[in-house]
């Protein structure tokens, strides 16, 4: 019994040590190619000019060189600008790798110098970045600069929910009872304890930290208490199979949901949030309206796209911003579909980073309502309506409507509700909806023709 105690609370404490310092709910990696192809240094002193940094600067970037030596040994120091970065000797005919934390500066007119104590050596590659390295596949983790400090993974409250779970999960030490199973089991556990391990002890005795992603840490943690779960299992089942044949149907709208929504959160990106939907292109920002200018915002290459100018009508409405006018590509078409950025100022609270926010999900909480809405004319359960069902939801204008932030998502929820509405004989709702829907298009007007009484249409 004691050594089951011990071994809990050894697990606890390990899982929760990670997660706590060396999980990220999801990391953004940054790289700027600077020299790909062999710079041979005819004099002692090699520059580089550097590219805009500002994506970097604020937090310990990583320098990654590669240099390969002449016939005779050659120490270069590496600076950028004035700040000393890193001293390595290059050994006569070899090359090696040099990796080396510094701050980004912001802005461009920056240099990396080298300098040697001798010429002939050669520059073969250097990029910086916001990682060392990376893993692809099924574990992922990225190796940053060990000066970087930690992406927060959970709240203080998640991180106490993490902890009496671990606790209360109690595994047990001798599972599997059969001798096999149970010392592949405890291989495995004690492989996971020491990739733990290492990702805690790394920057105690390295330059890296390594850092897991949070579906790896959890797939990991799994592992470790994989007793519990099949003993969780094994309560939950009866009544799974009780629930399963009622939800069964509903598996492939779950997977769908899941997709998309997974989807639309690869769009998130803790400085701008979910702005990326929008496609603000920056051949229009000298132009943005002081609302946006003074609002973080991602920006793409090139004009953008229409949900731009929306936006910027949801920072202000009433349009009492002569800079708003401005921004507008044509107000007076622009204005017509006022609906939506109406929407987003209110659920925003007139707060312009809560209203580009609200202004790029009003699409995915549309999409939503509406998915649930199909499944009054399509229902689950029967091949062809779940297909259907599925070709409407994966169709190009939805979609393109949620990753460009336009009104057509939300109008065909407008004009789907107002159908439901005139089946069911309420025509006062229908006509409500669909006054509604020409706020958000002028074309959706056209569903008024639902309205005519059916003897007219004898």
Not at 238 to 267: E, T
Not at 298 to 314: H, P, T
Request: positive net charge; glycine residues 8%.
């Amino acid at each position: 019994m004691s050594r089951r105690i011990v071994y809990s609370l050894l697990l606890a404490s390990v899982c929760l040590a990670v997660l706590a310092t060396r999980v990220s709910p999801g990391f953004d990696r940054t790289r700027f190619l600077v020299v790909t192809a062999p710079r041979l240094a005819q004099q002692p002193v090699l520059s580089v000019a550097l590219p805009d940094l500002t994506r970097l600067s604020g937090a310990p970037a990583a320098v990654v060189v590669r240099l390969r030596g002449s016939t005779e040994p050659a120490t270069v120091t590496i600076a950028l600008d004035n700040t000393h970065v890193k001293t390595v000797t290059v050994p006569p005919g070899r090359q090696i790798r040099v990796d080396a934390p510094t701050l980004a500066p912001a802005g461009t007119g920056h240099q990396l110098i080298l300098t040697g104590d001798r010429a002939g050596w050669q520059l073969a590659y250097m990029e910086i970045a916001n990682i060392y390295g990376f893993s692809h596949g099924t574990l992922k983790f990225v190796i940053v600069p060990r000066e970087r400090a930690r992406d927060p993974s959970l709240p203080w409250w998640g991180l106490l929910l993490f902890a009496i779970v671990a606790v209360a999960a109690y595994p047990a030490f001798d599972w599997p009872h059969r001798r096999g199973p149970r010392w592949l089991h405890r291989a495995v556990v004690g492989l996971v304890l020491t990739l733990f391990a290492v990702a805690l002890l790394a920057d105690r005795f390295t330059g890296y930290r390594v850092v897991f992603l949070l579906e790896t840490f959890l797939l990991l943690s799994a592992l470790v208490y994989l007793e519990p779960l099949v003993r969780l299992w094994g309560v939950m089942r009866p009544y799974v199979y009780a629930v399963f044949p009622r939800v069964a149907p509903y598996f492939p709208h779950v997977a769908v949901l899941g997709i998309v929504l997974s989807g639309v959160g690869q769009f998130y990106k803790p400085d701008t949030g979910f702005t990326s939907l929008i496609m603000f292109g920056e051949q229009f920002e000298n132009s943005a309206s002081s609302y946006l200018q003074r609002t973080p915002h991602a920006v793409d290459r090139g004009s953008g796209y229409d949900g731009q100018f929306y936006a910027q009508i949801a920072l202000d409405p009433l349009l009492r911003s002569r800079s708003t006018l401005n921004a507008l590509d044509s107000a007076p078409y622009r204005g017509r579909r006022i609906l939506l950025p109406w929407v987003s100022h209110l659920a925003g609270f007139g707060q312009p980073w809560f209203v580009l926010q609200a202004y790029a999900l009003v699409n995915v909480a549309c999409w939503i309502g509406l998915a649930l809405l199909l499944l009054r004319w399509l229902p689950a359960g029967h091949l062809r309506a779940v297909l259907a069902w599925i070709a409407c939801m994966l169709s190009d204008g939805l979609l393109s409507s949620m990753r460009q932030s336009l009104p057509d998502g939300p109008s065909m929820l407008l004009l789907a509700l107002g159908v439901a509405a005139a089946e069911q004989q309420r025509r006062n709702a229908a006509a409500g909806l669909l006054a509604l829907a020409g706020l958000a298009r002028e074309t959706n007007l056209l569903g008024a023709v639902i309205l005519i009484p059916d003897r007219l249409m004898m």
